[in-house]
């Protein structure tokens, strides 16, 4: 049985949802990456900033984009040392100005990726997979990739079966 590690970043209370801002207890890639350990079992490991983003909507997204325009690596309150014992990695975040948050990079350029299986899943609220996955094929040298998947993120909490599926064939 292949080890699987769900890698994921998420983003609680303020979110753009559906053209309207809506606070949200539980972030939309949170949803979706337990979706996905449920479907085909694995650890999860959420990506949290060691400096929070603003709780303002707003504000965080102008954060995003400066760390974009910056190339910025954010530190974060915990690492993975190495991926050695898995076998299939999902890397799950949303799409801010059309990649994954930095965040997701200051894990992701850590590590190992040589034999490692990476499927790239996006949640977002109009851009689908944008550079995403181009961006993760870029840093994770040595990986081969499954098909990757974007979820709308105001439908998040309704994806289960889509997800589900997804997951199961990617492993």
């Known amino acids: ?32 990456a337990e979706f996905i350990q449920r479907a085909v079992g694995g650890d999860l490991f959420e990506i949290e900033t060691v400096k929070a ?7 965080c997204t102008e954060e995003a984009k400066q760390e974009k325009e910056e190339g ?6 915990k690492y993975l040392k190495d991926i050695n014992r898995y076998d299939n990695i999902f890397i799950c975040g949303p799409s801010w100005w059309g990649t994954y948050p930095m965040a997701v990079f200051s894990q992701v350029e850590r590590l190992n990726w040589s034999g490692k299986k990476v499927m790239a899943l996006v ?18 040298k040595g990986a081969s990739f499954g098909r990757s998947l974007a979820i ?20």
Do not use: F, Q
């Open 1 to 32: 049985m292949s080890n699987n590690l769900i890698i994921y970043y998420s983003r609680k209370g303020e979110n753009y949802w559906n053209g309207r801002i809506k606070n949200l207890e539980r972030g939309n890639t949170e949803i979706v």
């Open 53 to 59: 983003y603003a709780e303002d909507y707003k504000a």
């Open 72 to 77: 910025a690596r954010p530190e974060l309150k």
């Open 123 to 140: 949640t977002h609220e109009g851009t689908g997979l944008g550079d995403c996955e181009k961006d993760l094929k870029e840093l994770c």
């Open 152 to 171: 709308h993120g105001a439908d998040a909490a309704d994806s289960w079966m889509v997800v589900a599926a997804w997951a199961k064939k990617s492993v």
